[in-house]
Every structure is written in structure tokens, then in C-alpha cells.
């Protein structure tokens, strides 16, 4: 199992709206392809509050990295696309892959 992971920093003038736009549009599109699985939004913590902003993980479960890259193939380009357009500048993130490891065996 694979969890895929955006994180993304949010500026402070758009953070409720883009909350809501994750929350109600982004995650639930993603996870209706059937793909994509266990959707969690986490907020990163700071040591220091940062003025310009704050930064959320959305995160996912995946089969393989081959599922995850049909379903960035044939979807999330697009809702990529979709968050880029209507926030622009104001949401920049970046995507990692976690391996889950079985700690107990």
C-alpha cells in the first residue's frame, strides 16, 4: 500500500476558501474514482507561526504506484489543473509517495 501525499501551503487571504474547495470539491472527486482511498487533511504543524500562510497535507491511499499513475493520467492532471486555475499562485504544493512499512513483523 502506497499513501500519496500533496502538501500544500495556502495563502492566509484564501485559506477558508481553499479548505472548503479541498474539503468538498478536491477530496471527494479524487476519492469518487475509486482509485484513490482513505482521504485524511492533516495541517502541518510550525514552530513559529508563519504570517503568510499555512500549510495542509491531503492525503491518500493507493494500491501501486501504477494505479496512482493511471489515476494521474486519467484524472488527477485535471483536478490539478482545476485547484492551479482558480487559486493560482496563492496555492503551491508539492506530492510525495510513503511506503507503508509493517513495523510488528
Known sequence: MIIYNTTFHIANEVLEECLQYLKKTY??????SGFLHNPCLRKVLHAAEQEEGCSY???????????????????????HKALSERFGSRVVGFSTLLEEIDWEA
Open 57 to 79: 497535507a491531503v492525503q491518500f491511499r493507493v494500491k501501486n504506484i501504477d494505479t496512482l499513475n493511471y489515476w494521474m493520467e486519467r484524472e488527477g492532471g485535471q483536478l
Open 27 to 32: 477530496m471527494p472527486q479524487a476519492a469518487s
